[in-house]
Every structure is written in C-alpha cells, then in structure tokens.
C-alpha cells in the first residue's frame, strides 16, 4: 500500500508534463554503514535509521524488508540480521512503499515544496528504474496490484462552491513496469479520496463524502458506487470477495459495513464504539476490530459474527495505553501498554505474550515476526 500525504494532482493521463521518461534517475546506492545495530532486550534485531522513524508500514520481498523513513531514506534490510543491503537518501517527507515483480515503489513529497514524485527501484541492488512526478500535489494515495499502481489522486476546492472552479479528484492506474497512464478515472467534486484497494479485478475506493466506489482495473470504469449518507469512513479492506468499511459518526459512535465486491450489495453490519482504528484488520477469514479499553473482537468475515473477544484490560493497567492491531494472516500482534501480544487470528487465543517488547509502535507483521518502530529511529524485529 501506498499512503503519502501529498501527491500528484496535477497528472492526467495524456499529459506528459512533469513525466520524467522512463530509464535511470538519481540517487545512487549508498553504503550502509550508517544504519547501527542497537542492543535492545527481547528483539531478534534493532537498527537505528540515524534518529529518523518509520511510520509507514515496511514491505517485503526476496528475504529482505524494506523501510523509508520519514525524512525519506530508504533501506532495504535483511530480515534475518537487518544488515543494510543497499540504501537511498530521497531528502523526501512523506515517503510511502508498495513492492512487486522485484521492483519496489516509492512515493514522496519533497520538503516545503509542491513536487512530488513516483519512483522504483530494483529490489536487488537498489538501481533506479523509473520515476512520474508531477509539480502540483495537494494529497495522493495508492496501491500496486496486477501489474499497475493505483493512485487516488485528491483534488482542490477553492471553497466558492462553483463546481466550475474545482479540480476534481481523479483515480490514475499506471503501468507498473514502465509508468505510464493506463485511465484516469474523474469524480464530480473535489472530495477526499482514502487508500485504495485491489481484490478480484477491481480497485475499491472511500471518498470524504461517505461513498464506497468499485472500479474495473482494466477500463476504470465504475462497477458500482453506495452512499453511506453521512459520517466518515475508513480506508476500505477487501478480502474473499468482500469489501469492509468503517463509518463513524460522532463522539465513539461507528459501525464495521460489509458489501459484496462483485455486486455491492450489502452483507452485514457490525455497530460498535471506542474503536482504536477505524480501518478494519483482516487476518485469514477474520475481521479484528480492537476498541480503546482493550478489548479485541474477532468478527466472522462472511457474517459479521463475534467470532471470539479477548480482554487485554488489565494485562498492564499500571501503562494502559492503545492498542496496536498488525496481522500476517495466522497472527494478530497487538500492543497494549507495554506489553505485545500475538493472537490466533481464527481462535483469539494467545500464542506467545512479551511483557517487555522493543520499544515503539508495531507497523507490520511478515512470517511470524513483528516490526516495531520507535520516535528516536530504532527499528526492531521480534518475534517472542
């Protein structure tokens, strides 16, 4: 998934302004010496990024992880030791990550500036392959599957409400090899678009104005489009052939829709409050949505059914804290205070408890192991 606060607005899929040709771009692989193990109790490994964070989920490939900062440098680690393959200074804000087919994607913004840019990289040696940019860049999101990148693409409102003056927001789907447009698909108004995402040949989109939208991959167009009517919902999810949402509305007050993705017809609904995270966590054929008092609720994908509940209230109370819901499928790693649990994501039941993890946020889970991200820039890999 690609996420990135800034983005390319100002592309349309004819226009090749500001579309670097496709072929080598700066920078260099740089050597890694840099990036310093750090002894941290209880980790199989912790690096530090020279004191910049991660805060976006990290991807994988071929054995190794890869990281952007939030300053933008970029490493590619190994997961077994987090020995720096290769790694990049972008000097970018706002970087996001997405891999596939041996390329990974980087999306970023430069710092005080308008710019922003596309760019891939050969997941062995790091060399650059392509990049897209464009001058004008309010806020991008997006997504790689099949062959392209998704991109949701918001658009501006000068706030006279004549629909005359307002760029519209826009989804773009690019060709994931060499980067160019393959449709542009435009919305009436200028309303926020959230994360997209991709299941069974169609790309699932929220906007701010409570719709849910389905879109062909191959044609952009629209397959289907709901109105919640009202509220703000979450990035969707989507998995066996269902899209999850979630609206919430007020102080609290949310409820976890499902639709069927082919038809979007409604298949359940979930109503619940206090949620940590709005966006739904799906692990196998299981919704986990985890509330601010510590408890855990793992829903029947296809029901929307409390499969079973796990009560993390009182496993710190003296640091209570938030929980952090991750999941590679099997496992659902949440933290509560200072503690990580790891959840059977079918059961609920715990397969292993740390009352003293590495410290900082879990940001993803891959083959059994959590990583964790703290503010002074450690980066830590556990898995119990």
């Not at 606060?5 to 890694?32: E, H, I, N, Q």
């Not at 926020?192 to 939208?213: G, I, M, Y």
């Not at 109503?271 to 408890?295: E, N, Y």
Request: neutral net charge; proline residues 7%; contains cysteine.
């Amino acid at each position: 998934m690609l996420v990135v606060a800034a983005g390319l607005a100002g592309c349309k899929p004819d226009d090749r302004r500001g579309l670097a040709p496709p072929g080598p771009t700066t920078p260099v692989p740089t050597p890694s010496r840099s990036l310093s193990p750090v002894p941290v109790d209880r980790a199989d490994w912790s690096i530090n990024l020279e004191g910049d964070s991660v805060e976006i989920a990290p991807v994988f490939a071929g054995g190794d992880v890869f990281v952007v900062t939030h300053h933008g440098k970029l490493a590619a680690l190994d997961a077994r030791s987090g020995a720096a393959r290769w790694r990049h200074d972008l000097r970018d804000l706002s970087s996001a990550l997405a891999v596939a087919d041996a390329r990974l994607y980087v999306l970023s913004k430069a710092a005080n500036a308008p710019e922003c840019q596309l760019r891939t990289f050969d997941t062995a040696n790091g060399a650059s392959l392509w990049s897209w940019s464009s001058a004008r860049c309010p806020a991008v999101r997006g997504t790689m599957a099949d062959g392209a990148v998704y991109l949701t693409v918001d658009g501006v409102d000068d706030g006279t409400g004549d629909t005359r003056d307002q760029d519209p927001s826009r989804i773009v789907a690019l060709d994931a090899r060499t980067g160019r447009p393959r449709w542009s698909h435009r919305f009436d108004t200028a309303a926020q678009l959230l994360e997209p995402v991709v299941e069974d040949r169609t790309v699932f989109v929220s906007t701010s104005r409570a719709e849910l939208v389905a879109l062909n991959t191959a044609s952009g167009k629209v397959r289907w489009q709901v109105n919640l009517e009202g509220g703000n919902l979450s990035g969707p999810v989507a998995a066996n052939g269902l899209v999850h949402v979630t609206r919430t509305r007020g102080y609290g007050e949310s409820a976890v829709h499902s639709f069927d993705g082919q038809t979007g017809r409604r298949r359940w609904l979930y109503p619940a409050r206090d949620l940590i995270s709005t966006v739904p966590v799906v692990a196998a054929k299981t919704i986990v949505i985890v509330r601010r008092d510590g408890r855990v609720h793992g829903l029947n994908d296809q029901t929307g059914r409390v499969r079973w509940t796990r009560d993390l209230r009182d496993t710190d109370p003296a640091n209570p804290g938030d929980l952090f819901p991750v999941s590679d499928g099997a496992t659902v790693y949440v933290r509560r205070g200072s503690a990580l649990h790891a959840l059977d994501a079918d059961t609920g039941r715990t397969r292993w408890s740390d009352p003293s993890p590495p410290p900082g946020t879990p940001l993803a889970a891959h083959n059994g192991v959590v990583y964790l991200s703290a503010s002074d820039g450690t980066f830590s890999a556990a898995n119990g």
